[in-house]
């Protein structure tokens, strides 16, 4: 009897420990786009290879950035961001931790749209910053999307921008966030 | 024992549920590769100071070149200082594609001409592939216009051939530097200024004193010079500045012409006579 209490007890503990993993969702190919308007010329660039947990259960997210992933139409201004704004060579990725709040509790495996509230940091060029920001999970079949927007001053980054080029380089960058993740 | 022993169990089997978010990150870690990650911008421009750096212009790249090379700064005052002889090139250098940059320009001094092709051979990387530098075979042709004899002799007696390989290696973010062997070969050439084939090797680099400006430097050792030689190793100092889109560098050197065949195989400025001229390239990438 008592063994099977354990047994039973046992098995209850390991199916759903297993349930908790299949809250855990990964992309490797998440999409980051930032945009910046100035007098002379616009700022763009597009990171594909943008990688993120993201947990269901625990309402916990984390995204790594590798900077030099960043693509820009001019190589030349790539260079420069890399080199003389981000100095990934030195801070070669970007990351942020945080955790979401939703307006419903999540089902699994039915598809549903849900809205977040993001709360986490931010850590680019090796200063961390709090952010905050809403955004929208979706799930679709065995996939989960998840997207925001939200805003960035270069400034709070130690990411100087010389006086010369002010015309060319907005104080504030535009972030907009997409990705799509699959069970871990 | 037994309520001790199911305990521990639960503890276990319960124990990779309490993951922070840091260890959410290690997860993250875990399960991603490292990739690998080319060096950029060894050198701020294509050139260091006189010669050509590893950095080949990127696909559909064009950069507008003009270099100035002023008289010796030991020519008085009556000749400003040398400011008043100015030696002028214009070259245009455009990316065919990644790998492959060609290049044509036009120096006043002894109306040549030269064109170039530049081949990204190696890149340095770190990361999950590692290599410890860059390669870049430089080769040049250049025709001698100036008309200083009559008749004028057969262009082929004017030509001369420029190749080099360009080794260099970003050893830190602000530090990089370059070995350049290098073969010039003289169509047509005065048995007392040596064979047709002139050897030399060559070193430089750049430091960087802040996040736009550097200094570079560069010398030239002439392996087969013959017993008569009255010549002089190339011997250059600069400081870029890069602004966005424009390099500028200025420049002190013993030599006068600004294209290899020029600076490596004819430089008759002695740097302890005071023999140095200033010059200035101003480069613009589109």
């Known amino acids: ?184 | 024992m037994k309520k001790i022993v199911i305990t521990v169990l639960c503890f276990f089997a319960g124990a990779h549920w309490s993951l922070a978010q840091d260890d959410l990150m290690s997860l993250l870690e875990d399960n991603t590769e490292e990739s690998t990650v080319y060096t950029e911008a060894t050198f701020k421009g294509s050139r260091l100071v006189n010669s050509h750096t590893i950095q080949t212009r990127k696909k559909a790249e064009l950069e507008f070149l003009i270099s100035h090379r002023f008289g010796r700064l030991n020519s008085g005052s009556y000749e400003f200082w040398g400011l008043d002889a100015a030696n002028i090139r214009l070259g245009l250098e455009y990316g065919l594609t990644e790998y492959l940059t060609v290049g044509i320009g036009r120096n006043s001094h002894e109306k040549t001409y030269d064109g170039l092709v530049k081949v990204k051979l190696v890149r340095q990387s770190s990361g999950k592939r590692s290599v410890p530098f860059s390669l870049v075979y430089f080769t040049s042709a250049a025709i001698k216009t100036l008309r200083e004899e009559d008749p004028i002799p057969p262009n082929a007696t004017r030509m001369y051939y420029t190749h080099q390989v360009l080794i260099a290696r970003k050893f830190a973010p602000s530090f990089s530097m370059q070995l350049m062997p290098s073969l010039i070969h003289r169509n047509s050439i005065l048995e007392e200024e040596g064979d047709n084939d002139l050897y030399a090797i060559g070193v430089g680099g750049r430091i960087k004193l802040s996040k736009r400006m550097s200094l570079n430097a560069e010398y030239y050792y002439r392996m087969n010079t013959p017993a008569s030689d009255q010549q002089f190793n190339s011997a250059a100092l600069g400081i870029d500045i890069e602004t966005g889109g424009h390099v500028f560098q200025l420049h002190l050197t013993n030599s006068r012409a600004m294209i290899e065949k020029g600076f490596i195989t004819e430089t008759t400025g002695d740097v302890l006579g005071g023999d140095i001229h200033f010059g200035f390239n101003v480069s613009r990438v589109f």
């Open chain 1, 1 to 184: 009897m008592k063994l099977l209490i354990k047994s039973v007890l046992l098995a209850i503990i390991i199916t759903t420990s297993q349930a908790q993993a299949q809250e855990k969702y990964m992309t490797k190919e998440g999409h980051i786009k930032f945009f910046s308007s100035a007098l002379v010329e616009d700022i763009e660039a597009d990171n594909h290879k943008v990688q993120s947990i993201i947990d269901i259960a625990k309402k916990e997210v984390v995204i790594s950035i590798t900077m030099h992933d960043f693509q820009f139409e001019k190589s030349l201004m790539q260079e420069h961001f890399n080199e003389n704004y981000v100095e990934s060579e030195k801070f070669p990725k970007a990351t942020f931790k945080g955790v979401f709040t939703s307006d419903k509790d999540f089902v699994l495996n039915k598809d549903g749209e849900y809205q977040v509230e993001l709360v986490g940091e931010i850590t680019i060029h090796g200063v961390t910053k709090p952010l905050k920001t809403k955004g929208v999970i979706k799930m679709v079949g065995s996939q989960l999307e998840a997207q925001t927007t939200f805003e960035l001053s270069v400034a709070d980054f130690d990411i100087e921008i010389p006086k010369l080029l002010f015309q060319n380089i907005a104080e504030v960058v535009k972030v907009t966030v997409n990705f799509k993740y699959d069970a871990l």
